[in-house]
T-cell receptor, first 113, second 111 residues
Framework: ETGVTQSPTHLIKTRGQQVTLRCSSQ?????VSWYQQALGQGPQFIFQ???????GRGNFPPRFSGLQFPNYSSELNVNALELDDSALYLC????????????FGPGTRLTVT | GIQVEQSPPDLILQEGANSTLRCNFS?????LQWFHQNPWGQLINLFY???GTKQNGRLSATTVATERYSLLYISSSQTTDSGVYFCAVVISNFGNEKLTFGTGTRLTIIP
């Protein structure tokens, strides 16, 4: 069984640029959630995808958007990057019918300069 | 929204010691999970425990949902137990099972 994977591991971008982060869910899982973790804080919910549709969103602006593909993998896109977007971005997957237990990937550390 | 508070915020212990971490939440929840975040940022599932008591090796957890708290017990601490421990709760909203994380407890185990 393959766990949750994310790419890239690290990324450095300049303010105003756009970035795409990728996540492959654990085998058999069809729900993907994205979280942002700033330094020294707990993860904050960005949004969740289920069956390729957004299924809930946290308090993040529209420049944070996402996609889920038929194989349940997912992308997080952030436009017009700001310095405060520097954070660890975590993806979590869960299984329909057991959606309460979420399993996390290793994260992508984004630095915006 | 729901508030999730963890205590203590920091804990420094000698190897071999026991510890109790607490998680208080302000509203009824559908689920509660405990995670260990290692120094590389990976969140590792420890327990899925909406209620009751579970044990896994040196770790155990108890959730008393009616009193809105959960406890994580670590016995015979090892240096590899160091890291940040988070509890996270779920309030199901039209199928959107988002996790709301607590403030975290940073545990440092000294050899």
């Amino acid at each position: 069984e393959t766990g949750v994977t994310q790419s890239p591991t690290h990324l450095i971008k300049t303010r105003g640029q756009q970035v795409t982060l990728r996540c492959s869910s654990q085998s058999g899982h069809n729900t993907v959630s994205w979280y942002q973790q700033a330094l020294g804080q707990g993860p904050q919910f960005i949004f969740q995808y289920y069956r390729e549709e957004e299924n809930g969103r946290g308090n993040f602006p529209p420049r944070f958007s996402g996609l889920q593909f038929p194989n349940y993998s997912s992308e997080l896109n952030v436009n017009a990057l700001e310095l405060d977007d520097s954070a660890l971005y975590l993806c979590a997957s869960s299984l329909e019918g057991h959606t309460y237990e979420q399993y996390f990937g290793p994260g992508t550390r984004l630095t915006v300069t | 929204g729901i508030q999730v508070e963890q205590s203590p915020p920091d804990l420094i212990l000698q190897e071999g010691a026991n510890s109790t971490l607490r998680c208080n939440f302000s509203d009824s929840v559908n689920n509660l999970q405990w995670f260990h975040q290692n120094p590389w940022g990976q969140l590792i599932n420890l327990f899925y425990i909406p209620s009751g008591t579970k044990q896994n090796g040196r770790l155990s957890a108890t959730t008393v949902a009616t009193e809105r708290y959960s406890l994580l017990y670590i016995s015979s601490s090892q240096t590899t137990d160091s890291g940040v421990y988070f509890c996270a709760v779920v309030i199901s909203n039209f199928g959107n099972e988002k996790l709301t994380f607590g403030t975290g407890t940073r545990l440092t185990i000294i050899p």
